[in-house]
């Protein structure tokens, strides 16, 4: 297995934090746990397979320009979802590749 920089699956998983989505949530389309995608969004982890890469972007793809509710995701979870992106945005680990 080809593990690449995840970067790009980091990026992408924060930008869709910041527009709501859930970990618990995002975790469950794209079939992988719930830590592995927190390490992920967090930078916890450095590389990742080209699958997860191409998973993570297929979903921001396919989210782009719908709203959390649209997916059944509650207004007040996708707050706290976002609230919690904005700070954490503050204070990111870098990815080290």
């Known amino acids: 297995m080809i593990r690449l920089p995840a970067t790009p699956a980091r990026n992408d998983l924060q930008a ?3 527009d709501g989505y ?3 949530w995002i975790a469950e389309q794209l079939g992988m746990s719930h ?5 992920l969004r ?3 982890t450095a590389r990742t397979s080209e699958y997860t890469i191409a998973a993570v972007a297929r979903l921001r793809q396919r989210l782009a ?5 649209e997916h059944g995701i509650p ?3 996708s707050a706290v979802v976002r609230l919690s992106a904005a700070r954490r945005d503050l204070d990111t680990k870098p990815v080290t590749q």
């Open 16 to 18: 869709l934090a910041a």
């Open 22 to 24: 859930s970990v618990a």
């Open 65 to 69: 320009g719908s709203s959390p509710a």
């Open 75 to 77: 207004e007040r979870v």
């Open 35 to 39: 830590s592995a995608v927190n390490r």
């Open 42 to 44: 967090r930078g916890e």
